[in-house]
Structure formats: C-alpha cells, structure tokens
C-alpha cells in the first residue's frame, strides 16, 4: 500500500493536498490538465520536490525523509533518459549500479532486459542512433532492471507517434502483469488510460480524486 | 517487482557548498586582502587635490575618448564587413579570414602590436607605399596608433559576433523575402537590422570595457602625458614614480568606473557569453546551397559585387597584413641565435609553465564556483544565489590587475622578496584574470547538460565522483577544453602582471618582446613576436585537442 497521508505542498501561489491511499500492485492513471499538478504528485513521490507537511509511506514505513535514489521507486521520464554520450548498455547498467561497476551477471541481465523489451542486439549503439520509440524502450529496460516495487510513468508516451504509441502501451501492458509493480502514470490523454488498463484518478482544483 | 537490488550504502559525500566556499574563499583573498593592503598604505587620500590635479584630469578624459572613439570605430567598421560576409556565405578563402577574425582573444597584444607597427610605422609598409608616392608619412604613435591597435582587436571580434546572429536568421526569412520582392534596403530594415540591433548595446558595452582597461596597447602605443591611459598611469606610479597614494587614488577611478560598466554589463543579459559568440562554429550551414543562392541574388548586379568584394578585401587586409608582416620579418638573419639564446629560452620555459598553471588554477577555482551554483541553481532553485556564486569570479573586471598587483605586492612584502616569487604571483593575477572567461565559456553548458538530467540522476543516485566520471567529464570536456586554451593563451600573452613583477631574472615572452622593441632590437624583437605567437597558436590548438578529445558527442 502506497499512502500519501495529508501531503501539502506550496509551489509559488499554488498549493496542493494529496491523500490517497494505493494499491500494492495497482495500475493507476492520473488524468488532468496541464498545470494541475499531476507531475507535481510524481516529483513529490519520487522525491525531487520538498513537501510542506504530510508523510509518504510504502507498506506502513516512511520514505519521505529518503533520497530520491534510496527510495523504491524507479521512473519512466517523457524525456531525456538517457545520457546522448553512453551506450544503451551503459545507461541501462546506470540503473543497478550508480558508479558503473558491473559483475559479469549483471552483464548478462542487461542483455536479458534488452531481449524482454524487443531490443536485442542494440547494447553498444549511442542513444542518438534510436528512434524516440526505441530510447524509451531502453529507458523502460532500466526501470525493469532496477526492480523497484513502485513505478512512475511521466507522460511517457506523449513524445511518441501514434502506432509507436499502442506497441509501447502493449509492451509496458504485458511488462506491468509480469513483474506486478505499483503504477502510477501521468497523462492528459483518456485513451492511455483505458489502453493500460488503469483505474482512474483526476486532479480536481488542488486536490485528488477517484475518477 | 521483488525489492532484491542492492541498496546504495550511506556513502558520505562532500556537502554540495564545499567547492564553492573553498574557491571563494580563494578569490576573495586573492583580491579582498590587497586591495585593503593598498588602501592601508595610501593612507588618506584627499580627493579634492586627486580631482583638482590637471594631469589625472587629462588622464581621465584620454581614457574615455579613446575607448568611446575606438568603440564606434569598430562597430561602424564591424556592421559592413559582418553583411558582406554574410552576404557571401560561400568563397574560396572565407572559412580562413572568419577563423582569424574569431582568434583575436588568442593573439597577444604585445605581437599584434609589433605586425601593426611593422605594417603602419614610421618605417613600415603602409609608409613605405605612401613615400613613393610621395604623401607625408602617418604617425602611429598617440591616439592614431591607439585607435588603430583597438579596431584591429575589436572590429573583427565584433564583425564574428555579428555574423552569427546574421548567419542565425532563418532560411524562411530568405524565401519569404524573395517572394515579396524585397530589395537590399527592405532587406536590411526588416530582416537583418531587426536580427542584430538587439546584440549592438551589449557588444558596444563590451568593446568599450577592453579599450578602457586596454594596457600594453597604451603603453607601447601612446604614452606621454597626452596618450595616457588611468591603466597606464597606474603603472607609471607605481613602477617609475613609485608613488603609492596616485596609484591608489587612480586605481579608486578605475574601480569606481569598471564597476558601472559591469553592472551594466549583469544587468543587461544579451551579455552572456557574449565574447564566445565568436568561437560558435560557422561551419554547419544549415542553409542549403540552394537557399544560399536564393539569398545571394538579392545582392545582385555589378556594384553590389564591387562593394562586397572591396569591403572583404580591405578588412582581410588590414587584420592580415600585420600577421604576414611580422610572420616575414620574423623570419630573418637572427632567428636561429635569437631561437637558442639563453634568454629567449628561459623566457619561453617561464611563459609556458606561467600560462599552464595559471590556467589550471583558474579551472580548478571555475569548477568549484560551477559546481556549487549548479546544485543551487537546479537542485536547490535557489537561481539569483547560484548566479550571485558565479558572479563572485568576475571581481577581477572590477579590480584592475595592476592594482591587484600593488596589493599583492605591499601585502607580501614584509614576507617575502616579492621579486623572487615574481612568477607565482602572476600565476596568480592572470588565473583571476582569466576566470570570468572560463565561467562565461562553461556556465551554457554545465547549466544545461544538469538540467536536462538532474531529475534522472538523483533517481538514480549518480553523485560524487563518479557523476564526475560518467556523466559530466563526457559531457564537458569539449567546452573545457575550450575555455582552458583560451585561459592558457590569455596569460601566455599577457604584459601586465609580469611589466610590474618582471625584472632581468625573471621574464616572460611578452615582457621580453616588450623591451627588444623597446631598446630597438627590432631583429630579435621580431623573432620574439614570432615565437610568441606560434607558442600561442600552438597552445590553442594543442589544448583543445588534449583535453576536448577528438569525437563531438551529438546532444540530442
């Protein structure tokens, strides 16, 4: 259970609450508008941004006073995942192991990764050489490898066209059933919503609800 | 999603502000502690008697003519050469004069100087060609010479930064005036003035600091009490009048002055990075030839290819003639004595490990400073603090190096005999000199490569040194490869630190160079000026290669 209990957060002139409470392995869609504070519940979970008062908890315990980093969580961004200078393997390994140092079998579990997400073959190509469909798959291949029990998508289809579009949603569909992690995902779009499944929350006037 | 991963351990980090406080710390001493030494030993100063003085009156006013002439000089003759060069986008030759229009803050002053009066002089080409013709000869020394010497430095420099904001307008603009028939006056009131008007206060405020604060130019140049410059006069009081309470008093007129200029220049924010236009590659057209063609014509007809001929060839050679002038007389009867002279040798080592070390210590203090307001700026968004951090590099604009030298000198010397740390203490002023320029060079880049990314490596945890190691040393090398050959050739070519700590045993090149034209040994001077500036080209080059490495990695 991920619970946000109370957590108030003041941005300039806005201010937003967040209490909700969330499923273990549930899929959620956060739906609203741009500017209604839906990246913001993101950023406050994933711990880029300081709340004002509330706690987080992830099955009964605090995370909120955790680095980013120590947190169990892992993030799918809209953009800018990976670093333009290293190899998909590398940014992948950046994943497990932060100074880079990688065993021989976290080797083979980068390779592994990359055969789950259609991506075999590509571990030594720089991430400028991919389409903007197959740099998220990379991306998408590190938050599996990290094995974090929560999951935040970010708008992580919006850069993408159409029929890129429904493969990610497919892929990530049958990836989140596999590995049953917590989802959260940001989007404005209704149908990426219904296309993953996901129960729907909105973001009313500065607060949270069930849609 | 088992949470099986290993979990990063309670690594203990250098706290975000260490760098930071520790380079500025640095700075602040470096400066703080001898402008206080300076005033302490002036003692009290009474203004009316400084301000009633006709000589600092004259002085004074010579300082703002100059730089104010020299200003409008270069910009008048910087717009016309900036269009037709943009006019012409493709000609055999054009990529090389753009390059050594963009490698005026590489060639020292002290050389640039010598190939002005060999191409200028009383007995140089220009003279020469006039005799023949018989017209009086044209003096170069007094406000001439110093005019002259300022528009060869600025106008190119100018006439780069132009050109890419020109270069910058897009193809559309071209296509769209083509189609509506406008001819090159609609042209330039519409599409090009428009695309360069808003970069004129900025580079006019730029211009106007360097020939203000301009020193060796002054000194070689004009001199006496007509052509005198406050930069100058500081020199003069310290080193020949040994007249502590001038320099100060002059050194207050100085600070007071290049103070307003820098507010000016923060509180306009066209002037970011605004020198380092001109090292912005020109070369990836992204106009294709055909929209080259296309914007050409509008340019057509007998005149329009008469006038831009004519105005690229005479700047070509009025920047190129010096530099082929002293290449040719460098190259004579004394070059291979003058080459393995002891003395030439002890000052070229001197010159190179003065110039290296001067600009490591000046990166190391730039990434101390960079790093902190990075996390302030990005992580903390604490914008104005982080920028204030960076700001505190450029006290040196304010604080003219040879008053930071006096003070230097005063505080050290009941310590030491400050002849004899001659070279570390200008290892020390030209590091602070060359600071504003490596964190104007790295500031664009450092801020954006952190910010396209912050987010994903605190997810991921990369800090410390291995952020360094797989992220930003990747990422940065290419610019600072750049701003440490920039910082290396600045001091290599540097006069001012070292005419005021320089004697027989200690010398650089530049100050040796200084006193073979002054003691007309014009021979070994112009083997001198030689060999300066191949060691600056060379330094350039090298350094950018070393530490920038071959491949550029493509920014998506």
Not at chain 2, 249 to 265: D, E, F, N
Not at chain 2, 418 to 429: G, M, R, T, Y
Request: one cysteine or more; charged letters at 10%.
């Amino acid at each position: 259970m991920l619970t946000l209990n109370n957590v108030e957060i003041q941005l300039g002139e806005r201010h937003w609450n967040y209490a909700i409470e969330l499923d273990t392995h549930g899929v959620y869609a956060l739906l609203g508008r741009s500017g209604s504070g839906k990246s913001t519940l993101l950023n406050i979970i994933a711990g880029f941004l300081k709340t004002n008062a509330g706690d987080i908890q992830w099955r009964g315990d605090s995370i909120l006073t955790l680095a980013p980093a120590q947190r169990p969580i892992t993030t799918l961004f809209q953009n800018n995942n990976l670093f333009s200078h290293l190899s998909v393997s590398k940014n992948i390994g950046l994943g497990i192991n932060p100074k880079l140092q990688l065993s021989r079998q976290q080797q083979l579990d980068i390779l592994n990764v990359l055969e789950n997400v259609g991506l075999s073959g590509y571990e030594n190509k720089l991430p400028g050489s991919l389409s903007g469909g197959e740099q998220q798959r990379v991306a998408l291949a590190r938050c599996l490898l990290r094995r974090q029990a929560i999951l935040l998508l970010d708008e992580p289809f919006s850069a993408l066209d159409a029929t890129t579009r429904q493969e990610m949603t497919a892929l990530l569909r049958t990836l989140i059933d596999e590995f049953k992690p917590c989802v959260i995902m940001v989007t404005h779009d209704e149908d990426d919503a219904n296309a993953m499944n996901a129960t729907q929350l909105r973001m009313e006037s500065d607060h949270i609800v069930f849609a | 999603m088992s949470d099986t991963r290993q979990r990063i351990g309670p690594v203990r980090y250098w706290p975000w502000w260490m760098s930071g406080a520790f380079a500025l710390l640095i700075v602040l001493a470096c400066t703080l502690l001898p402008a206080m030494a300076m005033f302490r030993e002036a003692g009290a100063i009474n203004w009316q008697q400084v301000f009633g003085n006709t000589y600092l009156q004259r002085v004074i006013w010579f300082s703002f003519k100059q730089a104010t002439l020299s200003t409008l000089l270069a910009l008048t003759l910087a717009l016309p050469v900036a269009l037709a060069l943009s006019h012409k986008p493709r000609f055999l030759g054009r990529s090389l004069i753009v390059n050594v229009f963009s490698l005026s803050l590489v060639i020292p002053t002290i050389v640039a100087i010598y190939g002005i009066v060999a191409v200028f002089g009383r007995t140089g080409w220009l003279n020469s060609a006039l005799s023949v013709l018989s017209i009086p000869s044209v003096s170069l020394y007094g406000l001439t010479g110093i005019l002259v010497a300022h528009v060869f430095f600025n106008m190119p420099l100018a006439a780069r930064i132009l050109l890419v904001n020109l270069e910058g307008i897009p193809s559309e603009n071209w296509r769209l005036a083509k189609q509506l028939g406008l001819g090159p006056t609609s042209v330039f009131r519409f599409i090009e003035w428009p695309a360069i008007r808003g970069q004129l206060p900025s580079l006019a405020l730029l211009i106007f600091t360097l020939c203000f604060t301009s020193f060796a130019i002054v000194m070689t140049l004009g001199g006496g009490p007509k052509a005198t410059t406050i930069e100058v006069a500081i020199y003069q009081a310290l080193r020949f009048d040994f007249d502590i309470t001038l320099a100060v008093a002059l050194g207050s007129v100085q600070l007071v002055i290049c103070l307003v200029l820098m507010i000016l220049s923060t509180l306009n924010k066209q002037n970011e990075a605004l020198a380092f236009n001109a090292y912005s590659p020109l070369a990836t057209h992204s106009q294709s030839l055909h929209d080259q063609h296309l914007m050409s014509s509008i340019w057509s007809g007998l005149t329009w290819r008469i006038t831009h001929n004519s105005i690229i060839a005479l700047a070509a050679i009025f920047v190129l003639s010096p530099l082929l002038a002293l290449v040719i007389s460098s190259l004579n009867s004394t070059f291979i004595s003058v080459l393995t002279h002891p003395t030439t040798v002890g000052a070229l080592t001197n010159t190179v490990i003065v110039a290296l070390a001067s600009a490591m210590l000046s990166l190391v203090l730039a990434l101390g400073l960079l790093s902190s307001a990075r996390h302030l700026r990005i992580r903390l968004n604490y914008e104005t603090a982080g920028q204030w951090l960076q700001l505190s590099g450029n006290i040196i604009l304010v604080l003219p190096p040879l008053v930071l030298g006096t003070g230097l000198f005063l505080l050290l010397r009941p310590y030491a005999d400050v002849f004899s740390i001659a070279l570390i203490l200008v290892v020390i002023i030209n590091s602070l000199m060359a600071l504003p320029f490596i964190l104007r060079i790295l500031d664009g880049p450092f801020i954006q490569s952190a910010n396209q990314h912050d987010k994903l490596l605190q997810s991921l945890g990369i800090q410390g040194f291995s952020r360094w190691r797989i992220i930003d040393w990747p990422q940065l090398r290419k610019p600072i490869g750049l701003s440490v050959a920039v910082a290396t050739t600045l001091s290599a070519g540097d006069l001012s630190a070292i005419a005021l700590f320089g004697s027989e045993r200690v010398r650089t090149l530049p100050l040796l160079l200084y006193q073979r034209m002054g003691s007309y040994r014009l021979e070994e001077a112009a083997v001198t000026a030689g060999l300066l500036l191949a060691l600056c080209l060379i330094l350039f080059v090298v350094i950018q290669k070393v530490i920038g490495g071959r491949a550029q990695h493509a920014h998506t």
